[in-house]
């Protein structure tokens, strides 16, 4: 049995926790999610997650800040973000701050899943 | 079909009416509706008024020329009959000397009989002319005196005898005195007379040149009123219409004239400019909706989002799931769907072309609908949208769409000019005594430089890159707010930032709201 996975979701719309969480527990992992991203990095802070999938619009702090405290505290963390509007420039930017992935709303929970799993095997490679 | 039936109707009356009153330079076909006023009105052209003015300056001053002829001729007549007079008198005076002569040294009668018979004669051609002058009876008495004169002179030449003639004598000189005073005030009279004409005379100049002045001063009146005041008029016209005011020109006048035909064209070319302004306005709307849709179309991914997470979960685990948590994600998802057509609803009345229709307003309910709107565009730049609304406030008078319009300019204005985590503030409150409700949006960010401030409403003038700004917001913006007949204003200090004020006049009478 492979080690499970610590997976922190953040995004503003209540209803994307509530439905991610119970899909992405199938296969086995932790699943935290947060509508505010400030109280979800002083839960990073208590304790790292392998990965953590964030919505890019947020009020407050957005997801590419998000990106960069995640990073800046665990470097090996995967995060993966998730955009409204997907648009070429954003993608890039989110990529070049050493972001693992990328998806575009609305998706699948099977297409995060997919996503989520590439970066399983990065961690345990 | 009975309203289709109506308007044909109205049509056609229109078309008659418009038949009816103009005879004469009579505009093309489909002319606007707002110039039958123009030709309502009996026409007197201007043309018409100066080659009138002008023909009676010509019979004014040929009646004074006709009259200084005449009085030229009569004073000539005068002085020719003046001289006759004066041939009677010397012909009494001579036939007089004689008389004295034959009465001396009995020399000279039959001379002095043919002098007399020389005034007789001067009597009987001019009897008529000198009845007029003197009064017939005055020409009888000077008749009689002549006739008498006559008798008597011929009677002493019959006498011998000295006693007798002695007889004769004073009668004889009383008759040669009085025929000489007549004559002499004959003349008088005559000479008086061609006085008093010559001095009439003298005065016709005055009259006449008193005539002109007054003939000029009624012709430089004239053009005053008609022609400067036409111009000056239609100075003001121009003016207003580059302000955008758009509203037809309406009579000024009792008659119709050249201006008419001018105001005509005029209201043509209004006509004209306020559809192509509509065009304008239309078009611009449309970019915004384009700005807009970038806005929604990212806001429409989360309840889409929502949706397509919802609805396969429930597909993945539908086995599993109990009818409590089945039923809770179908209303998840109806719920999300409802949301959806709100972002969509919102955007698609705001792109609407509608008819513009002036009515009271809740300036929060515009507000608000607006806020909505841009708040995807206020997101995706990470600028904040305040509201500090001051109510109760009294509606406003305008047409939502146009006011909606307005206030996504100004909004989208301030989000485009702002750098992220500023602030865009929208407030509203109501002017003291005039009746306006203001709506302020306020910006924290750059501001607006001096020297570009006066132009920032001028069509076309825009600050942002190529291809980013039509340049028309502001302008459009003013237009509207001016259709609505309120006015903006913009302030803006280097560094911390820019407002701009929309006064939107009120539907209620103020004091209403500021005693309750």
């Not at chain 2, 006509?271 to 709307?285: A, P």
């Not at chain 2, 179908?330 to 229709?357: C, G, H, P, W, Y």
């Not at chain 2, 995807?376 to 904040?384: D, F, R, T």
Request: proline residues 5%; contains cysteine; glycine residues 6%.
């Amino acid at each position: 049995m492979e080690k499970k996975l610590r997976i922190m979701v953040i995004d503003d719309e209540n209803i994307v926790g509530k439905r991610l969480k119970p899909a992405l527990e199938k296969d086995g992992d932790t699943v935290e999610t947060f509508e505010e991203p400030n109280k979800a990095l002083e839960r990073f802070g208590e304790a790292p997650f392998d990965i953590v999938v964030t919505d890019i619009r947020m009020d407050g702090i957005d997801g590419l800040e998000v990106l960069e405290q995640v990073l800046a505290r665990s470097a090996k963390t995967k995060v993966i973000i998730i955009t409204g509007y997907a648009t070429v420039e954003v993608a890039r930017e989110a990529l070049a701050k050493g972001a693992f992935d990328f998806i575009a709303k609305p998706f699948k929970p099977g297409d995060l899943r997919a996503v989520i799993e590439k970066a399983a095997r990065e961690i345990r490679a | 079909m009975e309203r289709e039936q109506l308007r044909e109707n109205m049509r056609t009356r229109k078309e008659v009416a418009v038949g009816d009153f103009m005879p004469f330079p009579y505009p093309e076909k489909g002319e606007p509706v707002e110039n039958i006023a123009l030709f309502e009105r009996p026409s007197i052209s201007i043309r018409t008024r100066l080659v009138m003015a002008f023909a009676l300056s010509f019979a004014m001053c040929a009646a004074i020329t006709i009259w200084s002829i005449y009085i030229a001729a009569l004073v000539q007549e005068k002085i020719v009959f003046l001289e006759t007079s004066g041939n009677y008198r010397i012909e009494i005076q001579q036939a007089r000397r004689f008389e004295k002569n034959f009465l001396l040294y009995e020399t000279n009668l039959p001379e002095a009989m043919e002098h007399l018979r020389n005034a007789e004669q001067i009597l009987m051609e001019n009897g008529e002319t000198i009845g007029n002058i003197l009064g017939a009876s005055a020409l009888a008495i000077m008749k009689a005196h002549a006739r008498e004169y006559h008798s008597l002179l011929t009677e002493l030449g019959r006498k011998r005898d000295p006693l007798e003639r002695q007889d004769i004598e004073p009668k004889l000189r009383e008759h040669g005195s009085q025929m000489i005073s007549l004559a002499l005030e004959f003349e008088r009279e005559e000479r008086e007379s061609v006085r008093k004409m010559l001095s009439q005379a003298r005065k016709i100049p005055f009259l006449f040149l008193a005539v002109l002045v007054v003939l000029m001063v009624f012709i430089a009146f004239f053009i005053k009123t008609q022609i400067l005041g036409g111009l000056a008029r239609f100075k003001k016209y121009t003016e207003r219409i580059g302000r955008g005011n758009f509203t037809p020109i309406v009579p000024k006048r009792k008659y119709r004239d050249e201006f008419s035909m001018l105001a005509a064209a005029f209201n043509r070319m209004i006509q004209e400019l306020d559809r192509r302004h509509n065009i304008l306005v239309e078009s611009h709307k449309l970019r915004a909706v384009g700005t807009l849709v970038a806005g929604v179309a990212h806001e429409l991914n989360n309840p889409l989002n929502n949706t397509m997470l919802t609805a396969t979960m429930l597909e993945e685990d539908f086995s599993t799931l109990d009818d409590k948590e089945k039923l809770s994600m179908v209303n998840d998802i109806i719920a999300e769907t409802e949301r959806s057509q709100k972002i969509v609803r919102n955007l698609l009345d705001f792109a609407r072309e509608s008819e513009m229709e002036i009515r009271p307003l809740q300036i929060e309910k515009i507000l608000d609908d607006t806020i909505r709107l841009v708040v995807n565009q206020a997101k995706m730049a990470k600028v904040k949208i305040e509201k500090e609304f001051q109510g109760p406030l009294p509606p406003v008078h305008g047409d939502a769409q146009m006011l909606h319009q307005v206030f996504v300019n100004l909004i989208l204005n301030a989000v485009d000019a702002l750098p992220p985590h500023g602030t865009v503030r929208v407030s509203t409150f109501k002017t003291k005594e005039d009746g306006y409700v203001v709506v302020e949006v306020r910006d924290n960010g750059p501001g607006i430089p001096e020297h570009i401030l006066p132009r920032i409403f001028d069509p076309f003038f825009t600050t942002k890159a190529n291809g980013k700004g039509t340049g028309l917001g502001l302008s459009v913006s003013r237009g509207m707010v001016r259709k609505l007949g309120g006015y903006v204003l913009a302030e803006s200090k280097a560094g911390e930032g820019t407002v701009f004020s929309v006064f939107l006049p009120a539907t209620v009478v103020p004091s209403k709201y500021s005693s309750g």
